[in-house]
């Protein structure tokens, strides 16, 4: 909603009570008119040397006796006609200077003064320094006003932080809508914001900062909005990146500026956005290490240490890149809590849909449910960027009401964008994805402890040029060894029936061996589901965070880690026979799957059952 966006923007104050900014320094456009005066007059004092002459001109006028005086300067001889009229003032003249040896004789012989001249008089000398003393002086401001907020050297270590009272914030939890789990989440933080006392009476702990983590667009901005609109509180709102800048301890006194605004408003939310630009891990600068960025995150650090969440300040922060944060960021008591915001799912995004169809005029016939449908992978704001597509072009097509059209036209539109952003696929490597994405879903289909199939799609999404989907959705905590084993070869089977239909292999299928990978691994080595290594685990101790990031180095001999290398590749080597000899075996059908793909893209599950021709897909469910 970029409305809401821009109205946020005018609300919001850089500090409250303080007397605007632009009036305590001096525009760059009267700089620039005082500049134009400067110039013009340097112009006049350095060239007012009178008429310019023709060398020859000049000296027929001295051989006339004409001339009162003569300067000769290094490239001009200036000088002075004989006055005419006794009041009138002296005509002077310059010409240029040519080699003339005979020069001086005849200027002798005519008994005209003459002297020679340094360059320019005292006067343009002055302007001339003076003016290059004002472009110094104005660069100096220009830079001041861009480094800085305020336009003296003292504002550079305050914050940057846009602060919101607490009923500007006009985002409700119902403005954000398919990510309940995240909201559920952010519950506890908002209960503890209004009414602080209630859980510090107790003694409970308190959260001390919350990490929104997901893809980009995902509404986590939205979000933190939220929760300060749900409680009722204070906003602080500033992005990771205003904190990095040229001068080194600026960034650091920020942070300090930020915290101690902070707890004057308190209760009141802290948001930093974008906390990657900030909160990158230390040491991983590219250019050769940045210190100002170490010693502002340090900054952030030590306040979060420092202050006590029981004063009723929370910090949240959003990040679309938790890989590269700082691990000491993720320790107890600073950004303990770390909530996944996630791409909604269909649900989801019909809600999302339906949130921001309400300031839209919708047509009969719009069903939010079809959209939905058709929009697999897409994120809150490419949602919303559909229905401002779609209301656009029912505008534009003078129409009362946006229709349905409009919508599958707003859709085709955004996934055209997001398509550039990604890649299009060429007729072959459909053809590829079609039988890799088929041969996925036979395997799941076809492997006994395999989890069944929900929908297989060859629409691109991000990078990924196809998805098979499994029932059910959510991720199972509880796995059996066979389940796992079952798992890893579903993962196989797309880069199987490539093999078995073009007799050659791409390298389409490096995320599925990598994840496949990824369990075999951990079967053997964290499991101990391995009949040779046994009932050991060789992880000692990996961050909870997202599971995957941050393992810890291993604990085992190199004699141990070639043995679970030859234990990974011994599961991996049996599990690929097993499914190649599954997919041979239904060759026909890998073929039917492929073809009906490349038809429509998309398969739903009743339809993959008709095609298998067999029902047991959803008593499987079941079980
Ligand atoms: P992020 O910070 O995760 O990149 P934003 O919060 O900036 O995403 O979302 C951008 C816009 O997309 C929001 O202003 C909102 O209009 C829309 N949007 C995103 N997610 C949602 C959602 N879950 N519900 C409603 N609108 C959303
Ligand atoms: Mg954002
Ligand atoms: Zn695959």
Known sequence: ????????????????????????????????????????????????EGETMLYSEFKTALRQGKIQRVFIGESAITGELKRTNEKKE?????????????????????QIQYSGKDGHSWIANFVTWGLILLIGVMILLLLFRWVGPGSSVMAFGKSRARFYEEDEIKISFNDVAGIDEAKEELMEIIEFLKKPEKFTSLGGKIPKGALLVGPPGTGKTLLAKAVAGEAGVPFL????????????????????????????????????????????????????????????????LVEMDGFDSRHGVIIMAATNRPEILDQALLRPGRFDRQIFVDRPDILGREQILEVHAKDVKLAEGVDMKTIAARTPGFVGADLANVINEAALLAARRDKQAVDMSDMEEAIDRVVAGLEKKSRVMTKK????????????????????????????SIIPRGFALGITMFLPTEERYVMTKSELLDRIGSMLGGRIAEELIFQEITNGARDDLMRATDIARMMVKEYGMSDTLGLVTFESNYSSFLEGYGYNDAQHSDQTAYQIDVEVKRIMDETYVRVRVILQEHLDL????????LEKEVIEREEFDQIIGKTTSSALLET
């Open 590 to 597: 890998l073929n039917a799957l492929a073809q009906v793909l």
């Open 429 to 456: 490597e459909k053809e590829i994805t079609a039988y890799h994405e088929a041969g996925h879903a036979l395997a799941a289909t076809f492997l006994p402890n395999a989890t069944p199939v929900h929908k297989v």
């Open 1 to 48: 909603m970029a409305n809401d966006q821009e109205k946020d923007r005018k609300n919001s104050q850089e500090e409250p009570g303080k007397k605007p900014k632009e009036s305590s320094s001096p525009s760059p456009i009267w700089l620039l008119l005082l500049l134009l005066v400067g110039g013009i007059a340097a112009y006049y004092f350095l060239h007012f």
């Open 90 to 110: 002296p005509i002077r003249f310059t010409t240029p200077k040519i080699n003339d040896p005979q020069l001086l004789q005849e200027l002798e012989a005519q």
């Open 237 to 300: 709102s500033i992005s990771g990146s205003a904190f990095v800048e040229l001068f080194v301890g600026v960034g650091a006194s920020r942070v300090r500026d930020l915290f101690s605004q902070a707890e004057s408003k308190a209760p009141c939310i802290i948001f930093i956005d974008e906390l990657d630009a900030l909160g990158k891990s230390r040491g991983m600068g590219a250019m050769g290490g940045h210190d100002e960025r170490e010693q502002t995150l340090n900054q952030l």
